[in-house]
């Protein structure tokens, strides 16, 4: 059987969040999906998620929360890493931070789903090796399902690229996230799995990837400091839609979504 899994980029600020409560029921319900996993890192006003804000996105239709290098900016989430297992953090995080960043869900009609999500370490923070890490997350996965889906919250292309070919035939699908602009690489890769090199942003695209445009702008001329506020302008919910097979483990088919907010 085939099944439809739908990714969603870096949800931005209030916009990012609307968006989502607006077109998301309408879409899953219109193409069947059957799994839906969003990276929230970027929730609370650009930086970071709060409890509230993961209910109000879960509450939306999101199956699984993802997070990211912005993890740790609202101290008030650690509670919830530490008990409510559809927020994951980055996998490759010392193992004595609070949560995870691997688990394997349960669908609606009872498919297993793994998830593993890791930080990339190219002009990132230090972190474990994400290629050492995603390996040994990918072998516990398996044990209990054939899907396994990664996220690779990074900032290179190249190494969210690598990462594609390291693990091309060994997971269901490979996505990145992080820089918040979709990029048009999206293909199967040799042995079944799905790859793109980033989602793009769901937020406001009439901005500096999410931020008041002018303010950026005003920044990179003077290099003095300046507020960077969520946009409002142009909102949009970005990603893909990932087709699974759920004997195989292996996906047939990756497509580019962008719905623009007031089509729904």
């Not at 085939?2 to 990012?16: E, F, H, N, R, W």
């Not at 969003?38 to 199956?63: C, H, M, P, W, Y």
């Not at 691997?102 to 789903?113: A, L």
Request: net charge neutral; glycine share 12%.
């Amino acid at each position: 059987m085939q099944i439809k899994v739908l990714l969603i980029g870096d949800i931005v600020g209030k916009p990012g969040r609307s968006v989502v409560k607006e077109l998301l029921g309408g879409f899953v319900s219109e193409n069947d999906i059957e799994f839906v996993i969003a990276n929230g890192e970027n929730a609370a006003q650009g930086s970071g998620i709060t409890e509230n804000l993961f209910k109000e996105i879960v509450g939306a239709g999101v199956d699984v929360v993802t997070s990211g290098d912005h993890t740790w900016r609202r101290k008030e989430v650690i509670p919830v890493l530490e008990r409510d297992k559809r927020l994951l953090r980055p996998h490759n995080y010392p193992a004595t931070c609070p949560g995870k960043g691997s688990r394997v869900f349960d669908t609606p009609q009872g498919f297993r789903i793994g998830v593993v999500t890791v930080l990339g370490r190219v002009f990132m923070s230090g972190v474990e090796c994400p290629f050492l890490t995603v390996a040994k997350a990918v072998e516990e996965v398996k044990v209990s399902t054939p899907l396994c889906i990664v996220e690779v919250h990074a900032e290179a292309t190249s190494e969210k690229i690598a990462m594609g070919w390291r693990f091309a035939g060994k997971v269901s699908c490979l996505f990145g996230t992080h820089t918040h602009i979709p990029t048009a690489d999206e293909r199967v890769l040799p042995g079944g799995t799905a790859y793109i090199t980033d989602l793009g942003m769901t937020g406001p695209y009439d901005s500096v990837i999410g931020r008041k445009k002018e303010s950026v702008i005003y920044k990179f001329e003077t290099t003095m400091h300046a507020p960077f506020d969520v946009a409002t302008g142009d909102v949009r919910l970005c990603g893909a839609v990932v087709t699974l097979d759920t004997e195989t483990g292996k996906a047939t088919a990756i497509e580019r979504v962008m719905l623009c907010s007031g089509q729904g």
